[in-house]
């Protein structure tokens, strides 16, 4: 089946360097995406990466991609307060076209 | 420039009172999704269209339905909130239903019940 899974808080210093780390076990999944969800907001398409990469560079954002671990990341450089978010993976795959969310990590990003 | 719409972004019912949670998408994406976030807890998908073809996730109760009368409009109905339909409530579009079509969400509304 299907289970996406984070960690589910980081905390950092302003202009350092977050890493959210997330897991799946899927072996079909085709796309991995990453949302930032705001207090009391929907959630924001940050980035996306297909499976047969390994990294995406994106401004301050690169996802890292472990196929045979089946293990995602995503680098924030220079995090800002602004940062400060829930931050979801998610998977889909071919056969069920549909997004299956990890449980979130909440970044905390301290002065 | 919001190009997934839901109104209104706050809504208290009572409990047992019909509600209708409605969003617009300025993107023409065929497909429309409701997704149910409670506190803490990752979006869950209750039903998508694509199109005019209603898809209905396997676990999602009978109580909630949508309409999605054209491209740019879809509601979700809640025939008789409970306490625990309090929640937030998330609709998405994307392109195609395809796993590479990103999907693009609206600032949800955040249902309470009385």
């Known amino acids: 089946g299907e289970d996406v899974e984070q960690s589910l808080f980081l905390s950092v210093r302003e202009g350092d360097s977050s890493v959210i780390n997330c897991t799946y076990t899927?072996?079909?999944?085709?796309?991995l995406y990453w949302y930032k969800q705001e207090p009391g907001a929907g959630l924001q398409l940050l980035t996306y990466?297909?499976?047969?990469?390994d990294m995406k560079q994106d401004q301050r954002l690169t996802v890292l991609l472990n196929k045979k671990d089946k293990h995602l990341s995503l680098r924030i450089a220079d995090t800002q307060t602004g940062d400060s978010a829930i931050y979801f993976c998610?998977?889909?795959?071919?056969?069920?076209?549909?997004?299956?969310f990890g449980t979130g990590t909440r970044l905390q990003v301290t002065l | 420039d919001a190009m997934v719409i839901q109104n209104p972004r706050y809504q208290v019912t009572q409990f047992g009172k019909p509600v209708t949670l409605s969003c617009s998408q300025t993107?023409?994406?065929?497909?429309m999704y409701w997704y149910q976030q409670k506190s803490s807890q990752a979006p869950k998908l209750l039903f998508h269209?694509?199109?005019?073809?209603?898809?209905n996730e396997a676990d999602t109760p009978d109580n909630f339905q949508s309409r999605r009368p054209n491209t740019s409009f879809c509601f979700l109905d809640i025939r008789s909130p409970g306490l625990g339909d309090a929640a937030m409530y998330l609709c998405?579009?994307?392109?195609?239903?395809?796993?590479?079509?990103?999907?693009?969400f609206g600032d949800g509304t955040r249902l309470s019940i009385l």
């Open positions: 998405a579009t994307s392109r195609e239903g395809t796993e590479d079509q990103p999907q693009h």
């Open positions: 899927d072996s079909s999944s085709t796309y």
């Open positions: 990466i297909f499976s047969n990469m």
């Open positions: 998610a998977e889909s795959t071919r056969t069920a076209s549909k997004l299956t």
């Open positions: 993107l023409n994406h065929n497909v």
């Open positions: 269209y694509y199109d005019k073809d209603f898809n």
